[in-house]
């Protein structure tokens, strides 16, 4: 998988701006599991933690199914990883490759800008159930940027633990 991760701009419009600073992080993450093996990437951070690399990208597929698909496009899907609607079954990547978790995220993300890109404005709005209110495309895009960003930091600590690597 080749990762190029673009500098957002320094001026530009809300809606370019926000999708670069979600593509910068989208590809963060990537370049943080990037060169590990299967093993490398189910490495948990330390007990009781059961976070992994691999459980964070399987997670995040999970995240861009769920605000995309199921809230912006009114989806009637499954979750990726349950069928049962369990979020936190994401986490629990024994039976996974790594291979078949990224092409997961990867598909995910695809249609995530495939409906970001089709929506009219940012003013859009969707319900989302969870939250039990109505939400803007552009809330979620904020939230989308905040979910990554979050979840980059545990996979820098993750990353460092595996093999050294700091960075980026």
């Known amino acids: 998988m080749t990762i190029e991760r673009l500098d957002p701009p320094r001026r530009a419009g809300e809606r370019e701006t926000l999708r670069a600073y979600l593509d910068f992080h989208r590809a963060t993450l990537a370049m943080k599991a990037e060169g590990l093996t299967d093993e490398q990437l189910r490495q948990r951070s330390m007990p009781p933690s059961t976070l992994s690399l691999l459980g964070l990208v399987r997670h995040m597929a999970e995240v861009e199914r769920t605000w995309f698909r199921r809230v912006v496009n009114g989806e009637d899907i499954p979750l990726v990883w349950s069928d049962e609607?369990?979020?936190?079954?994401a986490f629990d990547d024994a039976d996974t490759t790594?291979?078949?978790?990224?092409?997961?995220?990867q598909e995910e993300v695809a249609h995530s800008r495939r409906i970001e890109r089709a929506a009219d404005s940012l003013d859009l709005t969707a319900y989302q159930p969870r939250w039990g209110?109505?939400?803007s495309l552009r809330l979620i895009m904020l939230h989308m940027i905040h979910e990554y960003a979050r979840h980059n930091g545990h996979a820098d600590f993750?990353?460092?633990?595996?093999?050294g690597t700091v960075g980026a």
Not at 99 to 104: D, E, H, K, L, R
Not at 158 to 163: A, I, P
Request: no cysteine.
């Open 158 to 163: 993750l990353r460092e633990g595996v093999d």
């Open 133 to 135: 209110e109505d939400v």
């Open 98 to 105: 790594g291979a078949s978790a990224f092409a997961a995220w």
């Open 85 to 89: 609607g369990n979020y936190k079954a």
